[in-house]
DNA sequence: AAATTTGGTAACGAAATGTAACAGGCCGGG
DNA sequence: CCCGGCCTGTTACATTTCGTTACCAAATTT
């Protein structure tokens, strides 16, 4: 599921933003500084950017730049004016397209299906490096076919949901994760009340990968916290980040 | 260098474009029909077609979906009013980009440039010259005949139907297509409240195409999204990268 | 130690999916 | 024009998936 960044100053644009596109896993800052971006981009795996340009001084039209020349995640540049020379600035400096404001939010989601729709037809653009393989411990997850295999090989039948959880926990290697970000990336969506799914969910993933379920080596909970993914940190040998 | 083919039944914007992108380095040619159309793209290797919607009927719209599902060529579409339920029906369709009329050339080579891009760093994207085939996992498939061979070069036999989605799925590797796009692509129709056919379609191509239906490695299913079609990429050593 | 909070998981049910069976439409050969 | 096959949409039912709830145990607090 594409991970979306709005970074806007302009609270009602977020909250329209928001709500359209809801079906998405959806960031929403006004982070303009280069810090804060750099660790949403870490965090959450971001797939796109929706970036204002009206921010502060000409910081819209840099930060473009700079995103485009170090992370290559598509841009969607929002702006207030429909001056031509706006947009072809922006188009140059590596935005993959343009809107101006004030802007049917409906296309806007069209825009966006398009842009995530080249990204993921393009290996090589898009937040996400990593091959079509990840391993931990042994076990191998094929991002391509979405299956789990284990040591010997053999298939580790792993429903949807599943699947979303894994990838999320093994994107995220030893970093506690809450239950509310767990829910939002694994499922894109907000937690209710006395939403325990993700407890659940962590439970039947333990019961196919853990050894012993009832004491997970992989998937560790953190009282208070959520649960951490820690992949063979096993023994001294440990090398790790 | 890139060849453009520019439709569009108003000579003005065509002898404009062909001027203005004749001094960029770009070869146009303009083609009106749809005769023409399937012509030009096989005698010239067109890597962007440049889409006036405003044809006769809705033919525009139609056409870009049949470029999309079968060429996978880029496609701009220029429209005369800024209508956003224009856009929005096109960029969903499938275009790449839309610009309205009247634009500023300057904004055009912009746009086009960008699409370029991306079309060279994709693979599957862009004019395919000769084969009329594609081809997953062993499997052959013959656009022009409308065939399907396995591994063997055994022809398997498909409905007209089946092929269609096939074909979709082909189209769209490692995308998630909803059932909505799928009916739509495939079927050229709306869905209706509680239409299920896409579902046993899906069923029916999987009985031929599948090694084990009951475990799918070809066409995945996304519990809530639609399915997802992934040519198989198997790397069983499974080693390097 | 009792009370409270937090986590694990079985069980239930609603929703989504797979697919067999049925039916209407279309087409080519009598 | 009729008949018998395909093809494909609809329906019905089985199965799977996943969120919710409930209850228990472990951890933490008072």
């Known amino acids: 599921m594409p991970h979306i960044l709005v970074v806007d100053d302009d609270r009602e644009i977020r909250d329209l933003l928001g709500k359209f596109l809801g079906q998405h896993e959806l960031r929403v800052t006004t982070a303009a500084d280069g810090v ?6 870490e965090d959450w795996n971001i797939d796109l950017i929706v970036l204002d340009l ?6 819209g039209l840099t930060l473009c730049r700079n995103l485009r020349a170090e992370s290559d995640i598509p841009v969607i540049m929002l702006t207030a004016m429909g001056e031509d020379v706006d947009r072809i600035v922006g188009l140059e400096m590596g935005a993959d397209d343009y809107i101006a404001k004030p802007f049917n939010p409906r296309e806007l989601l069209a825009r966006i299906k398009s842009v995530l729709r080249r990204a993921q037809a393009m290996p090589d653009r898009g937040a996400k490096p990593e091959g079509t393989a990840a391993g931990f411990a042994g076990w191998r997850l094929d991002m391509d076919k979405r299956e789990l295999h284990a040591q010997d090989g053999v298939l580790v039948p792993l429903s949807g949901g599943e699947y979303d959880l894994l990838a ?26 006395f939403d325990r799914s993700i407890d659940v969910q962590v439970s039947r993933l333990r019961r196919k990968i ?32």
Chains 1, 2 share one sequence.
């Open 36 to 41: 804060e971006m750099k660790k949403a981009l």
């Open 54 to 59: 009206m921010l502060p001084g000409d910081d």
């Open 168 to 193: 999320v926990f093994i994107s995220h290697p030893g970093r506690v994760l809450s239950r509310d970000q767990l829910l939002d990336l694994a499922r894109g969506r907000e937690a209710q009340p």
């Open 210 to 241: 853990e050894d012993d379920p009832k004491e997970p080596s992989l998937i560790k909970t953190v009282r208070s916290g959520g649960y951490m993914f820690t992949p063979a940190v096993k023994f001294e040998g440990g090398e790790n980040r």
